[in-house]
Nanobody, 123 residues
Framework: QVQLVESGGGSVQPGDSLTLSCAAS????????MGWYRQVPGNQPEVVAN???????TYGNSVKVRFTNSKDNTKNSVYLQMNNLNPEDTAVYYC?????????????????WGKGTQVTVSS
């Protein structure tokens, strides 16, 4: 079994910063992709950031420049540094990783998701 656990969410004021963390544990052979999505109730999930095996991050247009996605392969962890937050960033943030596990038929990969962490930005 694999578990992803997010932390670091909370309530902040406009212009503040937050750092989200997500750590994977369990039966993990390798992780080839790590990223973040966010969702506001009633809306479709929005891609926030992704970082692949190359280590080069990509970002959604609404968070470019303000957010930084990084990872620590030794800790099976991904981080999202969020600066200059504004009320439009309010959402539940979900971590996702594409994880390979060994099986009798070889390595099998699939996407895993965390349960989400709430970020609220208001004055």
């Amino acid at each position: 079994q694999v578990q992803l656990v997010e932390s670091g969410g909370g309530s902040v004021q406009p212009g503040d910063s937050l750092t989200l963390s997500c750590a994977a544990s369990g039966d993990i052979t390798t992780i080839t992709g790590m990223g973040w999505y966010r969702q506001v109730p009633g809306n479709q999930p929005e891609v926030v950031a992704n970082i692949g095996h190359s280590g080069v991050p990509t970002y959604g247009n609404s968070v470019k420049v303000r957010f930084t996605n990084s990872k620590d392969n030794t800790k099976n962890s991904v981080y999202l540094q969020m600066n200059n937050l504004n009320p439009e960033d309010t959402a539940v943030y979900y971590c996702t990783m594409y994880i390979y596990q060994n099986s009798k038929s070889g390595a099998t990969g699939m996407a895993f998701w965390g349960k989400g962490t709430q970020v609220t930005v208001s004055s």
